[in-house]
Nanobody, 116 residues
């Protein structure tokens, strides 16, 4: 069983930065994409950023230009650099890995709180 462990969340003032990390316990066979989702209180979980094994990236419109997703396959780790954070970025951030066969793995989540 693959475990995804997130870290790097916390409390930050608006305009500040955080860097989230998500490390997989082992190489995920057939992995296609590594993603970051977030869920704000009372809202549905939404895709924030995605990166494929080929390095193609995709971002939610609300974070474009502020967030950067990257991956270090040697460390089985994906990162989310978040700059110019806004209060509306507050939520629990989850990392996710999807294989070509559609198998999904989820981390336990890390809280990000942006104070105004």
């Amino acid at each position: 069983q693959v475990q995804l462990v997130e870290s790097g969340g916390g409390l930050v003032q608006a305009g500040g930065s955080l860097r989230l990390s998500c490390t997989a316990s082992r190489i995920i066979s057939g992995a296609h994409a590594r993603n970051w989702f977030r869920q704000a209180p009372g809202k549905q979980r939404e895709l924030v950023a995605a990166i494929t094994t080929r390095g193609l990236t995709n971002y939610a419109d609300s974070v474009k230009g502020r967030f950067t997703i990257s991956r270090d396959d040697a460390k089985n780790t994906v990162y989310l650099q978040m700059n110019n954070l806004k209060p509306e970025d507050t939520g629990v951030y989850y990392c996710n890995s999807v294989t070509l066969l559609g198998t999904r793995y989820w981390g336990q989540g890390t809280q990000v709180t942006v104070a105004s």
